[in-house]
Each structure stands twice: as C-alpha cells, then as structure tokens.
C-alpha cells in the first residue's frame, strides 16, 4: 500500500477521505478545502498534478497524483473519494512542508541553463492606460509622472510598470503592438520611456500569445488558423465574464508560422527599438493542446534568444512553465475574474511548491485601493467588500503566497494614494 494514514485508504487507485479531511490544492495561488465543499469544483487552473490530503485522524499529509478533472465521488455519510493515487510509497508526512519537499524529490523543477537572468524586480504597478470600453484610463504622460512620484518617494528604482491596454482598447488590436497617438503617440512613448530609465523602472508590455482582433486585418485568412475544440468550433474568447468585460478575440494556432511570423514581426522591432525590458504573454499556459503548448514555449525561446536579458512573464502558473519564464502571474480569490470568493481557505502549497524558483506578481484583476475604473470593476467581491477591504484582502492574499509587493494604480489627482506607497514601500522597511 502507497500509503497508511488513519483517515485515508486506497480504493481503486483512488483515495478515500472523511469528511472531516481537508484538501490542499495549487489553484488560485493555493487553496485549502473540506472534500464536500462546493467551492472543489470551481478552483481555477491547477498549477501541477498535485493535491495533499491533510488527514486529521491520522496526522499527516499524504501527496496524491491529481490526474484529470476533479470529481470527487460520495461514498457514504462521511467518506469521499479522491480521483488519484497517493505519491508512490508515501504513507503520509507530519505537516506540509514536509509532503511539498517529498513530492519535489521526486518530481523537481527542470533546469534550463539556457535561460538568462533576468532584471531583478522588487515591486511591481499594474497601470490601465486604455480600458476596454475605449475609455482613456491614464496616457503616457501621467504613467510618466506617477514614475516621478514613486523616484521622489524613493520608491522607483527595481519597480516594474505593467502596462495593460497601452497600445489600444484593452484586449483589442492584438497583435499590432505600436504606440497610440491616443495615449501621447511616439513622443509620449518615448518620453516615458526616459523617464522610466532615468529612475531605474522598468515598464512590462502586456502581450497576448495567441490572441488575434480580426478588425486589424493583420491575418486576412485567419479564419484557417483559428483554434478548434472537439467539435470544429471556434475556441474564441468572447470578452464576457460574469465579473466584467473586455473585447473579444480569436485565438489563432501559434504552431503555424504565419502567425508567429506576423507576431515577431510586430513584436520584435518595438522591443529593438525602445530597448523594452519585460514583455507579459497573457493567456500563456491556459490551452492543453500539446502542440500550443510546446508552439508557446518556442515563443518563449525565441524571445528570449533574440533579445537577451528581457524578462518574460505569463499568466497561468504552471510547472512546466517555470524553467521557461521569469515572472508568472499567480490567480487570486476572487479577483482573477472568478466569483467564487476563497480569502477564507488559503493553503500555502503553491509558495511552497515554487517560492524561490520565479518571481509571482499579482493577477491582472488586483483591486484597486481606491475607487476607479478598470477590467472587472463591477464584480460582487468589490461591491460587497467596497475598495479598501478588497485591496486589503488582496494584499493579504499576495504577501501569504510570497508575491513581490504589487499594487494597482488610479493616480487620482495625480498622485498615489497612502495604502498603495505603503505597500510599495514594504521591501524598503
């Protein structure tokens, strides 16, 4: 028998709890739930095959293959079957730390000498500049000014901006990456470019790997090229979530090289010519087709091989992913765009599994401090909650998973508020 703990035996090549167990899981940042909890059927991408049972009657934390999707079956009053079988000959581990660093004997993360070191950031600012609805949210020259802020306050130099619609409304002119005239044109580009070099910041261009706006015109038979589920159906995104909207895009096969063609086209001479240091690729992890999978770690490669030193972040944590990228994007509860709300069910597994091995940063939908307009601003957690105790409850969630201090910015009245500079302010203390 793989493993022996009281409370949990194997069954079938499954594993049996009671209900008084609780599971560790690596989805949104790390989660801890009771078996018969509804919420097990909404936790979001799981960042490796992995779950820890934490059996109360036995005392320990047995690792379990979490293989396919998660159906938990009841059995009867108080016993529930896991779909997978415990990490071979465990038979549990006094506490977590322990079970993590067993699993991670036996499957490490990969080495990749090839990867070159990336710039060390310390904080990070996410900064709206076009919304998605074709509101100006913020133009080059008020990201300029919020640079010579944080540079006044000491607080510029290792910080990352993180640009989200920089280039047009957000999610939509994908993948004419260019400056627009709309947000200050090239010389309000290239003046906060200066700024930020000036200051020691470096800014994060806001990329979608596979994402293609069909009004662009950029790919006339794109059409051919788009991706297709089971039953030939287009695999677009339509822009709609329960929590908000964006626009809506077609996802093209990266394995074709008319599109990574026409990507890199657009791509690497802006990177060239404003010597930009760190480009995010949203959506990057999300697909399970093998062949966009390994097409989107190509793009990686080939980023990182034709611009030396620029910082690659994706969006959906993932252990093959991690010898690959340089920041990853860790979902959080609920403001990754899910409503299920899990702030009360933190696990530390995810910080366990990959503290130390790459930099997170928050999700793109982090809650603002104060009142402002962004993606998803409208969802019942930041209603409910109002702006402060969701920001506060963010934040919590971030420092928990071991995430570089990272904030979202109004810049109402051009200036930043005191619960984001206290944050920023937390690596200098």
């Not at 080059?140 to 990352?160: F, I, K, N, P, Q």
Request: with cysteine; proline share 6%; hydrophobic share 40%.
């Amino acid at each position: 028998m793989p493993f022996r703990a009281a409370a949990v035996k194997m069954v079938d090549n499954c594993s049996r709890l009671l209900a008084d167990d609780w599971i560790h899981l690596p989805c949104n940042g790390g989660v801890r739930l009771r078996p018969n909890d509804y919420r097990l059927h909404e936790v979001g991408p799981r960042a490796v095959d992995l779950a820890v049972i934490e059996s109360l009657e036995g005392d320990r934390f047995v690792p379990v293959q979490w293989e396919g999707r998660l159906e938990l079956v009841q059995n009867d009053d108080r016993s529930i079957t896991f779909p997978g079988p415990a990490l071979d000959g465990c038979d549990g581990f006094p506490d977590l730390e322990t079970s993590i660093a067993a699993y991670r004997i036996q499957y490490p993360i990969p080495a990749r000498s090839s990867k070159p070191e990336a710039t060390s950031f310390t904080r990070v600012m996410t900064v709206d500049l076009w919304l998605p609805e074709g509101v100006v949210a913020h133009t080059y020259a008020d990201t300029a000014s919020m640079v010579d802020e944080l540079a006044h306050r000491g607080l510029a130099r290792g910080t990352l901006i993180y640009l989200l619609g920089w280039n047009a409304p957000y999610d939509s002119g994908y993948p004419r990456y260019q400056y627009a005239d709309a947000l200050g044109g090239e010389k309000g580009f290239s003046r906060l470019v200066e700024v930020c070099r000036k200051h020691g910041v470096e800014i994060m261009l806001h990329l979608n790997f596979w994402g293609y706006d069909p009004v662009t015109e950029l790919l006339p038979d794109y059409e051919k090229l788009r991706v297709l589920n089971a039953h030939g159906t287009a695999e677009d995104w339509s822009g709609r979530l329960r929590s908000g909207f964006t626009n809506s895009l077609s996802y093209i096969r990266v394995d074709d090289t008319r599109w990574s063609d026409l990507f890199f086209s657009q791509v690497d001479p802006f990177i060239e010519r404003w010597e930009i240091g760190a480009v995010f690729l949203d959506h990057l992890g999300w697909s399970t087709d093998p062949q966009i999978d390994s097409a989107g770690l190509a793009m990686v490669d080939r980023l990182h091989e034709h611009h030396p030193g620029l910082a690659v972040g994706g969006e959906v944590l993932c252990d093959r992913y991690v010898p690959f990228l340089d920041l990853f994007q860790v979902w959080g509860p609920p403001w990754s765009g899910q409503m299920v709300d899990y702030t009360d069910s933190f696990s530390p597994i995810v910080r366990l599994l990959y503290g130390g091995s790459v930099p997170l940063i928050s999700h793109l939908g982090l809650p603002c401090a104060v009142a402002s307009r962004y993606c998803w601003t409208h969802y019942p957690f930041l209603l409910e909650k109002g702006c402060e105790a969701a920001f506060l409850l963010a934040q919590e969630h971030r420092r928990k998973i071991g995430g570089l201090p990272h904030v979202r910015s109004s810049f109402g009245d051009k200036t930043l508020d005191s619960l984001s500079l206290a944050i920023l302010a937390e690596t200098d203390r």
